[in-house]
């Protein structure tokens, strides 16, 4: 259990639907990222949220549209994808002061699976 | 452009067999240098953060070092348990919540 839960673990899609992915995290942390991690990639950020302001990659294309209704719990909403789109979709939260040494607390993640 | 590579891209150990994996950096301000452990299906798990040159950090099996350019994490006498991909990533000057991530090395470590 790390503090970081997100739901569905494993998702298979087509490319006209409409699906969402939730993480929510019970750390008490004020940030939330998404990530994005293909076979033999490193991970890409996709998505910060942080004291409530968003900041984005400006290569993640507008099919992906994220949510932070507050401090505790993230979405990652998705329409028309295409299947280069299949990847395990990592959330991670932090804290952004105090004792915090700079790490990142990961979910296990979404498995995205675009036909 | 701010990059960070790892290698070797994977590595096969016999359990007892001591090795260090690499990764080196070019950013253009660090404000600290992070090892991860992923296992297969899983979210990446935090090992260390490191600062400055010189710094070195242990844990277990493990032991982290820093020099200006590159980071190694030294295993010394692994086990089958120590096998996992092992991620870098450094946290830039620019934009405290942007990390850049390494490919990762993916170790077997085999009984």
Excluded at chain 2, 29 to 57: C, H, I, M, N, V
């Amino acid at each position: 259990e790390t503090g970081v839960t997100q739901t569905p673990r494993h998702l298979v899609m087509g490319m006209t639907n409409k699906k969402s992915l939730k993480c929510e995290q019970h750390l008490g942390h004020n940030a939330m990222y998404w990530y994005k991690q293909s076979a033999k990639k490193p991970l890409e950020l996709m998505f910060v949220y942080s004291l409530e302001e968003r900041v984005e990659n400006n290569s993640v294309p507008s099919r992906f549209s994220p949510e932070c209704p507050n401090s505790s719990h993230l979405f990652l909403h998705l329409h028309t994808l295409q299947p280069e789109d299949s990847a395990l979709y990592l959330c991670a939260s932090s804290p952004l002061a105090g004792e915090w040494t700079g790490e990142l607390f990961f979910g296990e993640g979404s498995r995205l699976t675009v036909l | 452009e701010d990059q960070v590579t790892q290698s070797p891209e994977a590595l096969r150990l016999q359990e007892g067999e001591s090795s260090s994996l690499n990764c080196s950096y070019t950013v253009s301000g660090l404000r600290g240098l992070f090892w991860y452990r992923q296992d297969p299906g899983k979210g990446p798990e935090f090992l260390f953060t490191l600062y400055s040159a010189g710094e070195e950090k242990e844990k277990e099996r493990l032991k982290a070092t820093l020099t200006k350019k590159e980071s190694f994490l030294h295993i010394t006498a692994p086990k089958p348990e120590d096998s996992a991909t092992y991620l870098c990533a450094v946290r830039l000057v620019n934009y405290g919540q942007n990390f850049v991530f390494g490919p990762g090395t993916r170790l077997s470590v085999l009984p």
